[in-house]
Nanobody, 124 residues
Framework: QVQLVESGGGLVQAGGSLRLSCTAS????????MGWFRQPPGKEREFVGG????????YYVDSVKGRFTISRDNAKNTVHLEMNGLKPEDTAVYYC?????????????????WGQGTQVTVSS
């Protein structure tokens, strides 16, 4: 069993930055691929990006590429989402999620564990 807790959300002006963190319980964090998802108001939840279990590979959707960076510290059971150049359209509830093994990381239903989400609001 893995429990995920996100933190770091808030209100920021367009062009600003935020760093989200997701801390996991349990001793097997380093065996999980970690994904970040977001749900804008009134829309479906969508994949933002992810990081391999070792941290050696990251992936981002085009809309955040070059602005968002995902990193992880397996010694601290933590994954981060560094968001720069924020835009109003980045406003959403952001979730981290964990999955073990090879799968299609875009698909939400493939993930085993989810955090409760943290709100990010970007004002124009």
């Amino acid at each position: 069993q893995v429990q995920l807790v996100e933190s770091g959300g808030g209100l920021v002006q367009a062009g600003g930055s935020l760093r989200l963190s997701c801390t996991a319980s349990g001793r097997t964090f380093s065996s999980y691929y970690m994904g970040w998802f977001r749900q804008p108001p009134g829309k479906e939840r969508e994949f933002v990006g992810g990081i391999s279990s070792s941290g050696g590979r990251t992936y981002y959707v085009d809309s955040v590429k070059g602005r968002f960076t995902i990193s992880r510290d397996n010694a601290k059971n933590t994954v981060h989402l560094e968001m720069n150049g924020l835009k109003p359209e980045d406003t959403a509830v952001y979730y981290c999620a964990a999955v073990r093994g090879r799968t299609n990381y875009y698909i939400q239903s493939n993930y085993d564990y989810w955090g409760q989400g943290t709100q990010v609001t970007v004002s124009s």
